[in-house]
């Protein structure tokens, strides 16, 4: 079995950490499909579709990182659609300004009743390993899975700093000539 995490590639950051949270617990480079990092996504001479088809019918477990950039996707809603057909093994993780209340959501292929989180809610994520150890050979060392955890939520921090910081900067005025 596989891990394929589906998001929008306006997020990559947040998938990019996430790889290094799941390399960091034991998982190997060849169970995990994450098409932003060349690593591990699509390789050369692929048809993307026909590619992402073949690993979605192999019924990954599916991780969907799930943000207001998502629903606006129409690749990404392919494919929710494609992996929710095969039924496969799930689990939803929210960006941080991710809105659960969002009608995307709420009416979409997902059931919003069904658990997910936040992606950097400590307790969530723990629980979350606990439920990839029955697919997923993970470290039995727990010292290296509380500092993967640790230094996940850090760079998940360094990542909602950079968002706010590029918010509250200062627009620059433009001078119009009369």
């Known amino acids: 079995m596989k891990i394929f995490i589906s998001h929008s590639s306006k997020n990559k950051d947040f998938g990019n950490h996430l790889v290094g949270l799941l390399r960091g617990l034991g998982i190997k480079e060849n169970e995990i499909l994450f098409t932003s990092n060349v690593a591990y996504g699509i390789p050369v001479a ?15 477990f599916v991780i969907y990182l799930l943000s207001k950039e998502y629903y606006e996707s129409v ?13 496969n093994e799930h689990a939803a993780i929210f960006t941080p300004n991710f809105n659960l209340s969002s009608k995307e959501f709420q009416n979409g292929a997902l059931d919003p009743r069904e658990i ?21 050979e993970i470290t039995g060392n727990a010292v290296i899975i509380s500092q993967s ?27 119009k000539e009369t």
Do not use: H, T
């Open 75 to 87: 690749a990404c809603l392919n494919e929710m659609g494609a992996a929710w057909i095969v039924e």
């Open 116 to 136: 997910g989180f936040k992606i950097d809610d400590e307790d969530r994520i723990m629980s979350f390993i606990q439920m990839l150890s029955k697919n997923f």
């Open 149 to 175: 955890v640790k230094k996940f939520i850090k760079d998940i921090g360094e990542i909602k700093k950079e968002a706010v910081d590029i918010k509250q900067a200062p627009k620059k005025a433009v001078i």
């Open 46 to 60: 692929k048809n993307i579709f026909n590619w992402l088809k073949s690993q979605i019918e192999e019924k990954p």
